[in-house]
């Protein structure tokens, strides 16, 4: 089963962030993980976020949430 990476970020734009992370978490791959990294980073917990980041071979970004978003939109776009 795989993400969908779309659906996720998507859910997260429109603050469903419990819904967003009940799928995102199931899910181990590299862009999975960074998401994941991300929607700590909305809820405000960067020790998790910095976790999951690591977890997708990433650090903690410094860009802004919005920045980042566009980021993951773009490397969605990228697959």
Not at 31 to 37: A, E, K, N, Y
Not at 40 to 60: F, I, M, P, Q, T
Request: hydrophobic share 30%.
């Amino acid at each position: 089963m795989t993400c969908d990476h779309l659906k996720v970020l998507e859910l997260a734009k429109a603050g469903h962030w419990e819904e967003s992370h009940a799928m995102v978490q199931k899910h181990g791959d590299e862009l999975s993980c960074q998401i994941h990294g991300y929607l700590h980073r909305v809820e405000g917990d960067l020790s998790n976020a910095r976790y999951w980041y690591s977890r997708g071979n990433s650090k903690l970004p410094s860009n802004t949430l919005e920045q980042e978003l566009e980021r993951l939109y773009a490397r969605i776009s990228e697959a």
